[in-house]
């Protein structure tokens, strides 16, 4: 089976930085899309950051400039770099991945989550 493990969560003070990683195991014939969502509590669920095959990237606007998003296609993992950090970037963070499983249809893909907590 696919899935897709996040590591990298922790706890960081105000301004610091930290660095999520992700990576997709299983039987996987490609992977299209991989990205990052956030769900802090009380809120929506929401786009942190996301990168195509081509390498083209997209940011939410609340984190432009803080943070960068990366992929390592030979190890099938994404990382977020995240700078400056704020407490309200305090969230599980969740990666998602579009990809086609050997022999399968494209399909989606969630991580567990990872939490991250910015103190002040």
């Known amino acids: 089976q696919v899935q897709l493990v996040e590591s990298g969560g922790g706890s960081v003070q105000a301004g610091g930085p930290l660095r999520l990683s992700c990576a997709a195991s299983?039987?996987?014939?490609?992977?299209?899309?991989m990205g990052w969502y956030r769900h802090a509590p009380g809120k929506q669920r929401a786009l942190v950051a996301r990168i195509t095959t081509g390498g083209s990237t997209n940011y939410a606007d609340s984190i432009k400039g803080r943070f960068t998003i990366s992929r390592d296609n030979a190890k099938n993992t994404v990382y977020l770099q995240m700078n400056s950090l704020k407490p309200e970037d305090t969230a599980v963070y969740y990666c998602?991945?579009?990809?086609?499983?050997?022999?399968?249809?494209?399909?989606?893909?969630w991580g567990q989550g990872t939490q991250v907590t910015v103190s002040s």
């Open positions: 998602y991945a579009n990809l086609r499983p050997v022999g399968l249809g494209r399909g989606d893909y």
């Open positions: 299983g039987s996987i014939f490609s992977i299209n899309v």
